[in-house]
């Protein structure tokens, strides 16, 4: 079975742009988190969809959105980049309640 | 959120048991007790979760304190590819729950050869 997947793995972006990030969830799997994880630190939860709707948010400012689609897959979109938001973004799959989250390798985002 | 105290690194010898500790004294009655661990460039990995009873799987065992405060995570012959960052989370079972894991620094495992 195929696990988690994430597109892109690498981007770069300047300043001020916007990005979108991908992910595919394991079959089966309905819920969605997203996480950042900046270098030297543990992830920072950001957010989580189950069924198309948004279940928590994390401290992150609104120029962060998310969304999930019929197929359960799901997008993170950063608006106005700022250099800060340079970090490996993670997106984890699972089964409601149940188990554990099975984590996709990530998108590496480099703000210049 | 109840909280999880690990120590910020051990280390241990190729084909030696490893006991990475964990405590977390303000744990709720729905809380699961999960583990997790990341290896360099790459996304965490589930490696184990229980409630109040150990737990053993193919990965390793989880031992469980009675007063369930703390938790060991027990990798019974660790191998080089076992150095990672370690982490210890709790997770809330309910409709309440949002999914939400809360990654602390995680305990650094180094193995010697």
């Known amino acids: 079975d195929a696990g988690v997947t994430q597109s892109p793995t690498h981007l770069i972006k300047t300043r001020g742009q916007h990005v979108t990030l991908r992910c595919s969830p394991i079959?089966?799997?309905?819920?969605v988190s997203w996480y950042q994880q900046v270098l030297g630190q543990g992830p920072q939860f950001i957010f989580q969809?189950?069924?198309?709707?948004?279940?928590g948010r994390g401290n992150f400012p609104d120029r962060f959105s998310a969304r999930q689609f019929p197929n359960y897959s799901s997008e993170l979109n950063v608006n106005a980049l700022l250099l800060g938001d340079s970090a490996l973004y993670l997106c984890?799959?699972?089964?409601?309640?149940?188990?554990?989250?099975?984590f996709g390798s990530g998108t590496r985002l480099t703000v210049v | 959120d109840a909280k999880t105290t690990q120590p910020n690194s051990m280390e241990s010898n190729e084909e030696e048991p490893v006991h990475l500790p964990c405590n977390h004294s303000t744990i709720s009655g729905t809380d699961y007790i999960h583990w997790y661990r990341q290896l360099p460039s790459q996304g965490p990995e589930y490696v184990i979760h229980g409630l109040t009873s150990n737990v053993n799987n193919r990965m390793a065992s989880l031992a469980i304190a009675e007063d369930r405060k703390s938790s060991t995570l027990i990798l019974h012959r660790a191998t080089l590819r076992d150095a990672a960052v370690y982490y210890c989370i709790l997770r809330s079972r309910g409709s309440g729950n949002t999914g939400k894991l809360i990654f602390g620094q995680g305990t650094t495992l180094q193995v010697k050869p």
């Open positions: 969809y189950y069924e198309k709707e948004e279940r």
């Open positions: 079959s089966g799997h309905k819920s």
């Open positions: 984890a799959s699972s089964l409601r309640d149940i188990g554990g989250y099975t």
